[in-house]
């Protein structure tokens, strides 16, 4: 569609009747000169038509035998002014046939904090040739037709109003109001919020009072928006069924969808278990909500402690580095313990063997253990090791199963881990099939409430972990 222009270079070949080969170019009056035919009319023309043109032209003078093939060889150099607000504006140098898009480009593009995407004239000679609304480009890929000439000026006009989205959409960005203003509608089909958004918040200033609205998408749709608007699209709907995971002996499907309300025990019944293998009596939840509640309550305890040793008083020199290496410890010891991912481990198991009836809630993981006839042992012992379950032994007397303690072993706070997810402590619980046995080390710190912190925070650790730091 390009239409030969004043300076393009034009190649024309003729054979037969006559002959001729010529390259040239289009002069001020927009023709270009063939021997034997004379001056020829390009300009206008457009480039798909120019062999056509040219044929009809010379058969003016050689009616018969004569053949010709003519091609526009290259464009004109022109100078197109971009400005207005644009990174970098002046004068650019391109071909008529370069879109705006590249002239753009040329000058670094809209300034994004300042320039409009929506409203860039094209001007000739002070008046407006065409508009150009980027967005057509960006979500269309429509430009303007519209053939550049030298002295062409494109113009960015200062940014119109924007509105933010963000929140459950796919084009988490600003957006600039059209002509014609931006309603809901627009922006759900700009910003393409995600299957699960069904609400969106929107926060704004009208009238000078700060504004709030908080719409199903349906309403939201035909709501106009004001300049500086912020939308929160949210996922807001209440599930009606939730999802959980079976973990551990069990026949048949490992995951489940049930009603909300579903509670454990009526899961259960639909779950296929083998009596000789699994430990119904020792089913627990691992919960997402529980999980963050240890990560949060272990993070609040490290900070306790990395502060009480990071500024605690000493009064003499000896002290004061003793207490330096303590606090280099425990900086390590802190620095590690902050990866440890809680499982949001929930006992359901009663005293009397029997479940709490808990309602079940999404992403819970139901874990029924495999019955076990071992003793696990580690931690501060000689050897750690798994033995069989012996009903007349106690807590020490699997310590020396193990080869008895370590230098650093404290027995008297042993730590019990039933199959059932509970923790028990001291060496005179009575040890069931199954147990793990962990033995800390004793904490020898200055200050006995920095001793007492840490061995609460390895507490912790093991209950919200299953891990043992």
């Given at each position: 569609?390009?239409?030969?222009?004043?300076?393009?270079r034009?190649?024309?070949?003729?054979?037969?009747?006559?002959?001729?080969?010529?390259?040239?170019?289009?002069?001020?009056?927009?023709?270009i000169?063939?021997p034997?035919?004379?001056?020829?009319?390009?300009?206008?023309?457009?480039?798909?038509?120019?062999?056509?043109?040219?044929?009809?032209?010379?058969?003016?003078?050689?009616?018969?035998n004569?053949?010709?093939?003519?091609?526009?060889?290259?464009?004109?150099?022109?100078?197109?002014?971009?400005?207005?607000?644009?990174?970098?504006?002046?004068?650019?140098s391109?071909?008529?046939?370069?879109?705006?898009?590249?002239?753009?480009?040329?000058?670094?593009?809209?300034?994004?904090?300042?320039?409009?995407?929506?409203?860039?004239?094209?001007?000739?000679?002070?008046?407006?040739?065409?508009?150009l609304?980027?967005?057509?480009?960006?979500?269309?890929?429509?430009?303007?037709?519209?053939?550049?000439?030298?002295?062409?000026?494109?113009?960015?006009?200062?940014q119109?109003?924007?509105?933010?989205?963000?929140?459950?959409?796919?084009?988490n960005?600003?957006?600039?109001?059209?002509?014609?203003?931006?309603?809901?509608?627009?922006?759900?089909?700009?910003?393409?919020?995600?299957?699960?958004?069904?609400?969106?918040?929107?926060?704004?200033?009208?009238?000078?009072?700060?504004?709030?609205?908080?719409?199903?998408?349906?309403?939201?749709?035909?709501?106009?928006?004001?300049?500086?608007?912020?939308?929160?699209?949210?996922?807001?709907?209440?599930?009606?069924?939730?999802?959980?995971?079976?973990?551990?002996?069990?026949?048949?499907?490992?995951?489940?969808?049930?009603?909300?309300?579903?509670?454990?025990?009526?899961?259960?019944?639909?779950?296929?278990?083998?009596?000789?293998?699994?430990?119904?009596?020792?089913?627990?939840?691992?919960?997402?909500?529980?999980?963050?509640?240890?990560?949060?309550?272990?993070d609040?305890?490290?900070?306790?402690?990395?502060?009480?040793?990071?500024?605690?008083?000493?009064?003499?020199?000896?002290?004061?580095?003793?207490?330096?290496?303590?606090?280099?410890?425990?900086?390590r010891?802190?620095?590690?313990?902050?990866?440890?991912?809680?499982?949001?481990?929930?006992?359901?198991?009663?005293?009397?063997?029997s479940?709490?009836?808990?309602?079940?809630?999404?992403?819970?993981?139901?874990?029924?253990?495999?019955?076990?006839?071992?003793?696990?042992?580690?931690?501060?012992?000689?050897?750690?090791?798994?033995?069989?379950?012996?009903?007349?032994?106690?807590v020490?007397?699997?310590?020396?199963?193990?080869?008895?303690?370590?230098?650093?072993?404290?027995?008297?706070?042993?730590?019990?881990?039933?199959?059932?997810?509970?923790?028990?402590?001291?060496?005179?619980?009575?040890?069931?099939?199954?147990?793990?046995?962990?033995?800390?080390?004793?904490?020898?710190?200055?200050?006995?409430?920095?001793?007492?912190?840490?061995?609460?925070?390895?507490?912790?650790?093991?209950?919200?972990?299953?891990?043992?730091?």
């Open positions: 569609d390009y239409r030969i222009t004043r300076g393009d034009v190649a024309v070949r003729i054979w037969g009747a006559m002959s001729a080969d010529v390259v040239e170019t289009v002069d001020t009056q927009g023709n000169f063939l034997e035919v004379g001056p020829v009319a390009v300009a206008g023309v457009r480039a798909s038509d120019l062999n056509a043109h040219v044929t009809a032209k010379v058969r003016d003078v050689f009616v018969d004569v053949a010709v093939y003519a091609t526009l060889v290259d464009f004109r150099r022109i100078g197109v002014f971009v400005t207005g607000f644009v990174l970098a504006p002046g004068r650019y391109g071909s008529a046939n370069d879109s705006a898009i590249d002239f753009l480009h040329r000058a670094g593009g809209v300034d994004p904090a300042r320039g409009s995407y929506r409203a860039i004239q094209l001007l000739r000679g002070g008046r407006r040739i065409a508009w609304d980027l967005y057509d480009f960006l979500l269309r890929g429509r430009l303007p037709n519209v053939q550049f000439q030298e002295g062409d000026t494109i113009l960015v006009d200062p119109r109003a924007m509105v933010t989205a963000e929140g459950e959409v796919r084009n960005y600003r957006f600039e109001f059209g002509p014609k203003g931006l309603q809901g509608s627009d922006l759900i089909a700009f910003a393409r919020p995600l299957p699960g958004a069904t609400h969106a918040l929107i926060t704004g200033i009208r009238a000078s009072e700060p504004f709030s609205e908080y719409e199903i998408l349906s309403a939201f749709a035909r709501t106009p928006l004001a300049d500086l608007d912020r939308v929160t699209f949210q996922a807001d709907a209440v599930a009606e069924q939730v999802t959980v995971q079976i973990v551990g002996s069990f026949l048949g499907p490992s995951v489940y969808v049930a009603d909300r309300g579903t509670t454990l025990k009526q899961l259960l019944d639909y779950v296929r278990i083998d009596p000789s293998l699994a430990d119904p009596t020792a089913v627990h939840l691992r919960r997402r909500r529980v999980a963050l509640q240890q990560k949060q309550s272990l609040e305890a490290l900070d306790r402690l990395e502060r009480n040793v990071l500024t605690a008083v000493a009064e003499t020199r000896g002290e004061a580095d003793i207490r330096r290496t303590e606090a280099d410890l425990v900086s010891y802190v620095e590690r313990a902050r990866t440890v991912l809680p499982q949001g481990v929930v006992v359901v198991a009663r005293q009397d063997g479940i709490v009836d808990l309602r079940l809630e999404e992403g819970d993981e139901v874990v029924i253990p495999q019955q076990s006839q071992t003793i696990g042992i580690g931690g501060e012992v000689t050897v750690p090791q798994t033995v069989v379950f012996d009903p007349s032994l106690r020490r007397d699997y310590i020396e199963r193990a080869g008895g303690l370590t230098q650093r072993g404290d027995a008297d706070k042993t730590i019990v881990r039933r199959t059932n997810g509970q923790i028990l402590i001291g060496d005179d619980v009575k040890v069931q099939s199954g147990d793990e046995l962990i033995v800390p080390p004793e904490i020898e710190f200055k200050v006995l409430q920095n001793a007492s912190d840490f061995f609460a925070i390895i507490l912790s650790i093991a209950v919200a972990a299953n891990v043992f730091i």
